[in-house]
């Protein structure tokens, strides 16, 4: 069992930055690959940025591709997203997750979720 909670979200003017951590429960952290999902208002939960649980492989949807950056801190049992050049469209519920493989779909352990919002 792992339980995740998200931080760090916030209102932010667009092309500001945020940093939104995960911290993990449980001596199991570092055999997880974490990622995090985002979900705006009427849209359906998307996939942002995933790594894997040596920190060794990362991934990134397009739409984030050079402006955000996922990484883990294994002795923290935390997961950080940080963000930077954000826009109105970056404006969601962000959700930190974990999960056995790094390619799989779904993740295992969600977190509640933390809000970020992006204003023009």
């Known amino acids: 069992q792992v339980q995740l909670v998200e931080s760090g979200g916030g209102l932010v003017q667009a092309g500001g930055s945020l940093r939104l951590s995960c911290a993990a429960s449980?001596?199991?952290?570092?055999?997880?690959?974490m990622g995090w999902f985002r979900q705006a208002p009427g849209n359906e939960r998307e996939f942002v940025a995933a790594?894997?649980?040596?920190?060794?492989?990362?991934r990134y949807a397009n739409s984030v591709k050079g402006r955000f950056t996922i990484s883990r801190d294994n002795a923290k049992n935390t997961v950080y997203l940080q963000m930077n050049s954000l826009r109105p469209e970056d404006t969601a519920v962000y959700y930190c997750?974990?999960?056995?493989?790094?390619?799989?779909?779904?993740?295992?352990?969600w977190g509640q979720g933390t809000q970020v919002t992006v204003s023009s």
């Open positions: 790594i894997s649980a040596s920190g060794v492989r990362t």
């Open positions: 449980g001596r199991t952290f570092s055999t997880f690959a």
């Open positions: 997750a974990a999960a056995v493989t790094f390619t799989q779909y779904p993740y295992d352990y």
